[in-house]
Structures are given as C-alpha cells and as structure tokens.
C-alpha cells in the first residue's frame, strides 16, 4: 500500500496528490511514469511523475478527473493509500544541451512538462516556458516555470489570462522572428495540440519532442495497449517512449485508439453518479 500524504484540488477537476513512495521517488527521473491502481475497482492508470522528494521519500503526480478510474483516484482523502504504484516506468527524457528551448504545456499536460523544463534549465539550456488553457483557472505551474525559464508565455482560448489564444499561436510568433527561434521544442498536452505544434515546427526543421500518453494496461511492453506508429513503425509508448520524435509521430491514430473505450467509460461514470447521489425518499 503507498499512502496518500496530500491530495489538494489546484484547478477545476484537477488533484495534486502526493503519494509516500520511497523506492520510486529514488530512482525515478525526469519524463518516466508510473502506473497507478487506486483499488480493486478501477482501471491502471498511467501518470508521469511531475515531482519527487528523495528525503521525504515522495512522488508527486497531477491527475485529471475524467473518467471512471480517475475520479475514484481523487476521491481518496488524505491519509489513505493506493493500492498499488508501480514504476518508474519509461524512458527518462534524453536532457541534451540545445541553447535556446521552447517547453509547451497544454492544460493537464503542464505538469508533466515541469519536470522536463526544469531539468532542461538545470543543464544550461535557456527555457521559454509557454502554456495554455481553456481559461486562467486552468493555468497550472507558472510561478514553478517562473522559477527556471527565460520567459512563461501564457495563453488562454478565452482570453482570461496573457494572449488570447492556443499555445501554438505564442509558439508561431516565436517561431517566426528570427532572434527567438528555438533549437529544439518539447511538447507535452492534448493530441491535437501535440499536432499542431509538430504541423507548425516541422517546416522550420526544428527538432520537437512530445510526450504520448496512450491507453496502458500493463506498462512493460507485453499487452500491446500502447501501440503506436511512430515513422511507419510500430513502437509501444510504456517501453520505446513516451517521449517520440513529433514529426513521425501518427495523431491521428493515436486518436482514435484514444476514443476506443469512450462510450464505456461514459457509462461507468453514470454509474459512478448514481452510487453516489443520495437515495430519494418517499414522502
Ligand atoms: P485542453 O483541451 O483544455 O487544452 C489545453 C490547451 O492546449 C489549450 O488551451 C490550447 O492552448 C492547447 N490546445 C488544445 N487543442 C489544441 C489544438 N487543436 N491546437 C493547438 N493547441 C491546442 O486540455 P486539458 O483538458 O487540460 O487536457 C486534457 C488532455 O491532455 C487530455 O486529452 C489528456 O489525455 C492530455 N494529457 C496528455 C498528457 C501527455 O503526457 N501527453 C499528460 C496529461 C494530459
Ligand atoms: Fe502494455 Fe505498453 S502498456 S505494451
């Protein structure tokens, strides 16, 4: 069992959980993930580790409450404990020095960036942390990104906070004027933003990293759940990645094996719901 230490809601359906984990927040490094199962019931869920804390003998993780698995996962109060944490998983992020690095975070995806950009500025490279959301109260991390980056461009699609917009439209002024232009670019959020930024870099041949988050079911390879076509070849995301090149990246397939479960997870949530609304009484 892997205690809870705190589990504080940050933003609308978005938890930070700390979890006591000592063996894992010892050999973990930035870009791996574990697999979480909260208990019996639900599903194995995949969660980059956002943080880790050697001496408190912690790892930090961000989850999202969309579906079945996940709402049971936040719903676990502080003090109780996970079933099963299994990790680190993964290939760690290959932390190259290019110069100047643009860090795109999209929603959720924002705090699996955190520990990349930060391990990106730890070797010398000049971060410029941009990231985005539905509305400022879904903007997570900046005063962490302040910390280390250059810059934190914030976008926001309804313009609450910084460029009205998508990360993409701050990456293609970024982009286009030749004194900020990047090295390299690290993508992490939704598959159509991992797409857009791959569509808008890969004219200018800039190197761009995204991190894929597919169904996992067992995380070592022997499932298949993961599959994806990176450059025409089949790779599994839990041992070959997460981390691919976004230019051979397939989205669009990804996707749609992201959508296979969507009407049963549906489901299970309006299962869910009625366990929890309190029975009707008669008059
Ligand atoms: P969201 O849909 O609210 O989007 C967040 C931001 O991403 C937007 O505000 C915008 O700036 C950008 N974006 C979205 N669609 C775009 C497009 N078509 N073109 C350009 N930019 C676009 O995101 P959310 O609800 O916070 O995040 C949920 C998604 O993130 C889920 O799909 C989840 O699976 C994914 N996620 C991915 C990872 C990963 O490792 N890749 C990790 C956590 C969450
Ligand atoms: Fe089973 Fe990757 S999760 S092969």
């Known amino acids: 069992?892997?205690?809870?230490?705190?589990?504080?809601?940050?933003?609308?359906?978005?938890?930070?959980?700390?979890?006591?984990?000592?063996r894992i927040a010892r050999?973990?490094?930035p870009g791996q993930f574990v697999i979480v199962h909260a208990d019996q019931q639900a599903e194995r869920i995949p969660l980059t580790i956002a943080d880790a804390d050697i001496d408190q003998g912690t790892v930090t993780l961000y989850v999202q409450a969309v579906g079945y698995s996940t709402c049971r996962l936040v719903a676990l109060p502080t003090g109780s404990s996970l079933r099963d944490l299994a990790g680190p998983l993964g290939h760690p992020t290959e932390i190259t020095r290019w110069g100047r690095v643009a860090c795109i975070g999209g929603g959720v995806g924002t705090a699996v960036l955190y520990p990349l950009a930060k391990a990106l500025a730890e070797v010398g490279n000049q971060v410029i942390s941009i990231i985005?959301?539905?509305?400022?109260?879904?903007?997570?991390?900046?005063?962490?990104?302040?910390?280390f980056s250059t810059e934190v461009l914030i976008a926001t699609e309804?313009?609450?906070?910084?460029?009205?917009?998508?990360?993409?439209?701050?990456?293609?002024?970024?982009?286009?004027?030749?004194?900020?232009?990047?090295?390299?670019?690290?993508?992490v959020g939704p598959v159509p933003m991992?797409?857009?930024?791959?569509?808008?870099?890969?004219?200018?041949?800039?190197?761009?990293?995204?991190?894929?988050?597919?169904?996992?079911?067992?995380?070592?390879?022997?499932?298949?759940?993961?599959?994806?076509?990176v450059g025409g070849k089949l790779k599994f995301?839990?041992?070959?990645?997460?981390?691919?090149?976004?230019?051979?990246?397939?989205?669009?397939?990804l996707a749609d094996r992201l959508s296979t479960y969507r009407t049963a997870e549906c489901q299970m949530l309006q299962q869910l719901a009625e366990k929890d609304r309190p029975t009707q009484r008669k008059a």
């Open 1 to 22: 069992m892997f205690p809870i230490i705190s589990n504080n809601l940050i933003a609308p359906n978005l938890h930070r959980l700390v979890i006591r984990a000592p």
């Open 27 to 29: 050999a973990c490094l």
């Open 132 to 147: 985005g959301g539905r509305s400022a109260e879904l903007i997570i991390l900046a005063d962490e990104l302040a910390q």
């Open 158 to 187: 309804d313009g609450s906070r910084g460029k009205q917009g998508f990360v993409t439209h701050v990456l293609q002024e970024l982009i286009t004027d030749p004194r900020s232009v990047p090295q390299a670019i690290y993508a």
């Open 194 to 229: 991992m797409k857009a930024v791959s569509d808008l870099t890969r004219p200018h041949q800039i190197p761009t990293i995204v991190s894929l988050n597919p169904i996992m079911i067992d995380g070592t390879g022997m499932c298949g759940g993961c599959r994806v076509l």
């Open 237 to 253: 995301a839990c041992v070959d990645g997460p981390e691919f090149d976004g230019h051979l990246v397939d989205f669009d397939l």
